[in-house]
């Protein structure tokens, strides 16, 4: 096992990097800003992406074999949930209504398994991957703004109200990477020991350009991942208690809450009386945007395949596929369910989402033992998990191929496993010479 040279610590880098940019860049804006135009079809894809992801998969897999202990230590601490995610999905090509397009969606995620795995420690450890994914969003972040304000016709979405989206496909995707700009800008602050006022001025623009994307959600998942993050950050007194009494605390109060409200009204509340206050604040209805009707129409095809599902990535296939008969009931065509649990249940069944809810717990349990290591980078990796897993009861994004939040789920579980193990094997003591064996 030979040590880690600067062109295998750069090429994993760039790994992490353009599988970002790659699935974050709109090409149809890159397109449109030369004058050019190009069509990105549901089923087929572009064959542009084909090509940035079968480049990546390919050094990925140099790399993993120039490296092949590592690498081969770091699968066998994949999250195993996930691979249990994978194992069904590709099982479930056999009663896909698109085997073909089945078994491509499940590659890719193979793939980004396969860059977690060759380019994470001692490559890129969870930290490093953090300043990676830092740096590579905030050049998106700031390329989008010069965009949409030197070509609002490309970089604004006028439907919207003018909220920004830059070179990305949609105001949500820049309001999302802003939010995690937030996140990671507030932890180089306080914890990474960069430079204080570069870093506040990244926070701000961060910030400024959320506002301009104008993504309620992406406000509310950037409030509370920095909550977390900030609430996790430090030891408190009686610090492996403290959690655990929060979480005691909060739910007395409901309790008490629920109580009063029953005595004075003869009723428990509606979910408009708990929700609507706090909805309120990011201008959302409590269905959230109409989304309670799209989530209804999904749950009849729900009905039909409730254990094993209809097929991974095999429903939101455009006109005339599985999902037509949505569109005829809305009159406009949904790419998702805008909840990826529901997608989940709906592709791969009560199976897929008991896997999935197994993958989130195991990544977590990581993280609490990454606490005892690294806390700064634990509590900032924690703050990201809580920013996806509420992002993904409005927008579908876990286990979604290559789409970010996925691709970084993928990355930050691999790069924890790894940096555990590797702590865990330098903390071992070393054996004892042969000759001193029996006196120990």
């Known amino acids: 096992m030979h040590a880690p040279t600067h062109a295998e610590r750069r090429l994993a880098r760039a790994l992490i990097a353009l599988s970002a940019v790659f699935t974050l860049v709109s090409t149809q804006a890159l397109f449109a800003l030369a004058g050019l135009h190009e069509s990105h079809h549901i089923v087929d894809g572009s064959w542009l992406r084909q090509l940035q992801y079968g480049s990546l998969f390919a050094a990925a897999a140099w790399l993993a074999w120039r490296r092949r202990d590592e690498a081969w230590a770091a699968l066998l601490r994949v999250n195993p949930f996930l691979l249990g995610v994978l194992a069904l999905g590709l099982a479930s090509a056999l009663w896909s209504a698109a085997p073909d397009i089945t078994v491509k969606r499940i590659a890719l995620v193979v793939g980004l398994v396969l860059i977690g795995t060759a380019a994470g420690p001692p490559l890129v450890d969870a930290r490093q991957l ?37 070179i990305l496909w949609h105001k949500n995707m820049l309001g999302s990477i802003c939010a995690f700009c937030t996140v990671l800008w507030l932890w180089a602050m306080l914890d990474d020991r960069a430079h204080p006022g570069r870093c506040l001025a990244g926070l701000l623009f961060s910030v400024f350009v959320l506002v301009m994307a104008r993504s309620s959600t992406a406000l509310l998942v950037a409030a509370a991942g920095s909550a977390i993050y900030l609430l996790l950050r430090r030891r408190y007194w009686a610090d492996r208690h403290v959690l655990p009494a929060a979480a005691l605390l909060c739910f007395v109060a409901a309790l008490v809450g629920l109580h009063f409200f029953y005595v004075y009204a003869n009723r428990l509340p509606t979910w408009d009386e708990l929700a609507g206050p706090v909805t309120a604040l990011f201008n959302k209805s409590t269905d959230l945007t109409g989304r309670s009707e799209l989530w209804d129409l999904v749950l009849l095809s729900v009905a039909h395949r409730p254990w094993l599902g209809v097929g991974y990535g095999a429903f939101w296939l455009g006109a005339g596929g599985p999902s037509q008969y949505i569109a005829d009931a809305l009159h406009w065509m949904p790419l998702t369910a805008h909840n990826g649990y529901l997608d989940i249940l709906n592709e791969l069944g009560a ?90």
């Open 351 to 440: 199976a897929g989402l008991a896997l999935m809810a197994g993958m989130l717990v195991w990544h977590l349990a990581q993280l609490a033992r990454l606490m005892r290591v690294d806390r700064q980078t634990a509590a900032v990796h924690l703050g990201l998990l809580a920013l996806m897993a509420i992002n993904n009861f409005s927008e579908s994004e876990l286990l979604k191929d290559v789409l970010f939040q996925n691709i970084f789920f993928i990355y930050s579980s691999t790069a924890v496993s790894a940096t555990l193990h590797l702590h865990r094997r330098r903390a071992a003591p070393a054996p004892a010479p042969m000759g001193l064996r029996g006196y120990a």
């Open 130 to 166: 953090l300043r990676t994914v830092l740096a590579t969003l905030t050049v998106l972040a700031a390329l989008s703004a010069a965009v949409a304000v030197a070509a609002p016709s490309v970089g604004t979405d006028l439907a919207l109200g003018g909220a920004w989206r830059g």
